[in-house]
């Protein structure tokens, strides 16, 4: 039977760098999210008994080896869960434009991971769908909710107490994100092995750890209480200590770029003519600028008049994964 599901991207406030183990893909801490309306993956899977391997279709382009076998390792956790063999063919739509500068791995993997569990008769949801999700990519177990989003690091050694839980969903609180997009060459440290040598060798590494707690803490009150400022000023501070443990790593790296600071400045000059604007950044050059949606035009207009920005595009808070055509 063939099942199509599609999940929207995230972009975390309080971010998740860094693994404790890297098999089962077990966070160093909790990471809190708001999924986007815009952005999304929508995947459709058939298992096939007269199949020889998994054929991997994404944007109408049968993909090579490379890429398929990252999403035959994936299936195959699902076919030992079901206890089944049979190959599949994937068929893939990624709505989250490259250009965007947002990484299509999380929506990918929800995506995947919610067509194929039930296109092989695993009957998963919620907390089983994104403890599953999160052995494709690890911001992927988000992805499964809509509106804020946790992901409980988990204490168990075996993982399964790792999952996300949704907050309060995207009709409980809309802000405008825009996703700020500098001139920008193909990065040179992929997050993964970024995350990786950070934990190994930074020297900032135990202070961000020891100082994401009271970052969750603050970021959880200011949710319920719908509290903008308060989110805002944790969400840029979480985002420059993740950066701050890059710049201690041996070899030491970052993503930034001259534009990147432009944004930077411009939404801090926002700030002090009183819009309340804030950025967090992820592994990449490009900016994500969070605001009330009364400011969006205003906020829009002045990342706009920044020379080396090249695009704007908005998003606001976004649903949890579906499935389409049921
Ligand atoms: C995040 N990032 O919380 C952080 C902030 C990048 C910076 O999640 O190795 O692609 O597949 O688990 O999920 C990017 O990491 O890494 C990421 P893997 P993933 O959004």
Redesign the pocket.
Known sequence: MKITARAHTNI?LI???GKRNEQL?LPMNN?I?ITLDQFYTTTSVTFRDDLKADSFILNGSEMGGQETDKISGFLDLIREKARRNEYAVIDSINNVPTAAGF?S??SGFAALAAAATKAIGLNYSGADLSRISRFG????CRSIYGGFVEWNKGVRADGTDSFAEQIIDESEWDLSILSVMVESKPKKVL??EG?QRTVKTSAFYSGWLETIDADLNFTREAIQERDFEKLGTVLEHNALK?HATMLGANPPFFYWTGSTLDVMHKVQELRDSGIQAYFTI??GPNVKVICQPEDERIVKESMQQIQSVRDVFVCHPGPGVSYIGE
Do not use: E, L
């Not at 990519?137 to 992927?140: D, F, T």
């Open positions: 975390a971010k998740y760098w893909f990471s999210s990484a791995s999380a990519s690890g911001s992927a997050s993964r995350m993740m992820d592994a």
